[in-house]
């Protein structure tokens, strides 16, 4: 930070303007006396002191009346003063040339002080910037640094949160954090020992300051992204309690009413049939939630184990649509000829198909759901459409979630979630296209084995 | 025959009410959202409504407020435990009673029985419950032949009990009517006045066989 000016350059610039001043002496000699152009000799001295310091300036004013007497004080040529005013006016130059040597390399002093501080002070507010401003603690150190260097005109510095030892090729500077050292400060073992005494006293104190502030923040930013995780997953318990609750509830009431209803004795048979009907109906309802959270859970444990085999596309979804009550609009299957053979776990694809369908079943109305497969590079694209309402976009990621169903009370909020689990599981993907109003897509994308097993694709062929 | 509308959003629930109430002895009209059963109650002219709490457009709570608009039919709601607050606001909605889910058709069929004759009572100058005679015009309270000394305050509460008897009122409800409407939420004076009054007119206020508590939701004097 301090920029040595080179003494040689001063020598040079006090010889140079000494010698300028000297011949412009010979000029000025026509218009005033001898004794009052020694004055001129002081621009020379506080030029030269006020950019190299008192030593310089003195050597500037000695080398100034040494040319004057030489020069100009008669007798000239020589070393020789002849009268004794001509002694006085050389004493009283030296004099006042050495005070304003004084004066203005103490000037150049403060200045240069003044200078060091600013430097010390904008490196203190910018690794405070970095510090505390930046996301990532390490990072932040790293490009502190680099200006660390960059402000000592040093080859390398680096700031590390670890203790390291000085080695052959650096010193190690340690930083205290609340009494404990939380860090080291590496700087080149050839360093200056003014640059090393300015690091110590000034630069690792506020660097030790930012650190504890910086870490201090870190874990109170850990404890708000906790706090907040903490929160969510309490309200998202509260939808899974709220969500299993009413869908276990639901079939419950409905089998309860039914049941209670049986036992009056003038209800008709056909009356009897229906409430045992109703029980029938919703007892596999609640079969099926049961074994949705059942797989559900086994899902989020990561228990799920694909038995990977050899299976079409087309009786996967022929078995889901018949594990399915036949919705009002029925199902309208079309499966493009000759498809690839998948290698997964049928009973789960199944399942997951199932789940698509039921959800698609459950907003499409009197529509009839569509289910189309057909073949692109490398995988196999099912979609499943419906009529309904359509999603909003915001939703469309959202639907793949546990417990979430658009609010009407109607969905369990499990299907899409289990369809997505099984799905990944054996290597697909499952997304939702939607425009409002229109209706919704589900795509599964289902990857095929580059290498078709020879006798049961051309069974498949056939 | 008595027409009673029934809305629940699930179809399963609605088929066996159906069956149930029509055994029961009631025409049944049902509907399975919000708007269909303000149709239905509009057009239809239920005696009575079954309304689910929760429905897909709506709940049952909005549904009572409109049918409150322009028709006093008895109004009971069917709720489920977790739904304690959608279930007193309800009542404070206009409507007459709840039943919990799941449910016996036994007591839904009770209850809106009861509801029905409550509705089906003419304004009386005197009630007489079990031992208690209550003077409504004389402002003169009996128990087994003895007259009870009541406060103002303490009998306006026992007469509008008394009125609704059979019906659940919230504490919103009563604070309302004998208090007005400014002391709803003032819960602790209708505690301390309904301890008062078991005081007077039970034969044992720890055992309260005029005055019912409904935890957390109100008050109900025995039909």
Redesign the interface.
């Known amino acids: 930070m301090v920029h040595k000016r080179s003494p040689l350059i001063g020598l040079l610039a006090a010889f140079l303007s000494v010698a300028v001043i000297t011949g412009a002496i010979y000029g000025l000699r026509e218009v005033v006396p001898v004794v009052s152009t020694g004055v001129v000799y002081m621009l020379a001295v506080l030029l030269v002191s006020s950019r190299w310091g008192l030593a310089m300036g003195l050597l500037t004013a000695v080398m100034g009346a040494a040319a004057w007497n030489f020069f100009h004080i008669p007798p000239t040529g020589r070393f020789t003063i002849a009268e004794g005013e001509n002694w006085v006016a050389l004493a009283v130059f030296l004099i006042a040339a050495v005070a304003i040597s004084g004066l203005a390399g103490a000037a150049r002093a403060r200045a240069e002080e003044a200078e060091t501080r600013r430097r010390e002070a904008d490196l203190t507010a910018e690794m405070a910037r970095l510090l505390l401003g930046g996301a990532d603690l390490e990072e932040s150190l790293r490009a502190a640094g680099r200006r660390v260097a960059t402000t000592f005109d040093l080859p390398s510095v680096s700031i590390e949160l670890s203790w390291t030892d000085s080695d052959q090729r650096r010193r190690a500077l340690p930083l205290l954090v609340e009494g404990s050292r939380a860090g080291t400060v590496m700087v080149p073992r050839d360093t200056d020992p003014i640059v090393l005494e300015a690091l110590q006293d000034r630069v690792l104190p506020a660097l030790e300051t930012l650190v504890a502030a910086a870490r201090k923040r870190d874990e109170l930013e850990t404890q708000v992204i906790e706090t907040k995780a903490l929160r969510r997953s309490n309200v998202v318990k509260t939808a899974v309690l ?1 969500s299993v ?2 869908d276990l ?10 049941a ?2 049986l036992s ?1 004795e ?2 008709s048979a056909e ?1 009897r049939a ?2 045992t009907s ?1 029980i029938a ?2 007892s596999t309802r609640l079969s099926r939630l049961v074994d949705n959270l059942l797989d559900l859970s086994k899902l989020q444990a990561g228990a799920v184990e694909p038995h990977a085999d050899w299976c079409s596309v087309e009786e996967l979804v022929r078995s889901a649509v018949e594990s399915l009550p036949t919705p009002p609009g029925g199902f309208d299957v079309q499966i493009d000829q000759g498809l690839p053979l998948l290698r997964a776990d049928a009973a789960q694809l199944e399942r997951a198909i199932a789940n698509v369908l039921d959800n698609a079943a459950r907003y499409s109305g009197d529509e009839s759901v569509t289910v189309r497969a057909r073949a692109a590079p490398k995988q196999l694209l099912l979609r499943i459409g419906d009529r309904g309402p359509g999603i909003a976009r915001e939703e469309l990621d959202r639907i793949f979630e546990p417990f979430h169903s658009p609010g ?3 969905g369990t909020g499990l299907g899409l979630a289990i369809a997505r689990g099984f799905l990944e599981a054996n290597g697909g993907l499952i997304r939702a296209e939607s425009l409002p109003g229109q209706g919704t897509t589900i795509v599964l994308t289902l990857p095929v084995p580059a290498e078709q097993p020879a006798e049961a694709h051309a069974q498949a062929a056939k | 025959m008595t027409r009673v509308l029934v809305c629940d959003d699930e179809t399963q629930i609605l088929r066996a009410l159906r069956v149930i109430l029509r055994d029961a002895g009631f025409e049944v009209i049902t509907a399975q959202t919000a708007q269909e059963a303000l149709d239905a109650a509009a057009l239809q002219a239920p005696d009575a409504a079954i309304l689910d709490l929760i429905l897909p457009d709506g709940n049952g709570i909005e549904v009572c407020r409109s049918i409150r608009e322009w028709s006093q039919i008895p109004i009971l709601v069917l709720s489920a435990v977790g739904e304690e607050e959608e279930k007193v606001r309800a009542l404070d909605a206009g409507a007459d009673d709840y039943v919990t889910k799941p449910f016996g058709p036994g007591e839904l069929v009770a209850r809106l029985n009861a509801a029905l004759r409550r509705a089906g009572r003419a304004e009386e100058p005197s009630i007489s419950v079990d031992g208690l005679e209550i003077d409504l015009a004389g402002h003169r309270v009996v128990r087994e032949g003895e007259e009870v000394h009541l406060t103002p305050k303490e009998f306006d509460l026992l007469r509008v009990l008394a009125r609704n008897r059979g019906r659940l009122m919230t504490h919103r409800a009563l604070l309302g009517e004998v208090w007005g409407h400014a002391y709803e939420e003032d819960t602790h004076t209708l505690r301390v006045h309904i301890a008062n009054l078991r005081r007077k007119v039970e034969a044992d206020p720890q055992a309260p066989r005029y005055i019912r508590t409904d935890p957390g939701v109100g008050y109900r004097f025995a039909s």
Do not use: C, F, K, Y
């Open positions: 709220r609750s009413h509830r639901s079939p419950l009431t409905a089998i309860t009413t039914a209670g209803g009056s003038t209800l009356a229906e409430l109703v109906l919703e009407d009370g109607s």
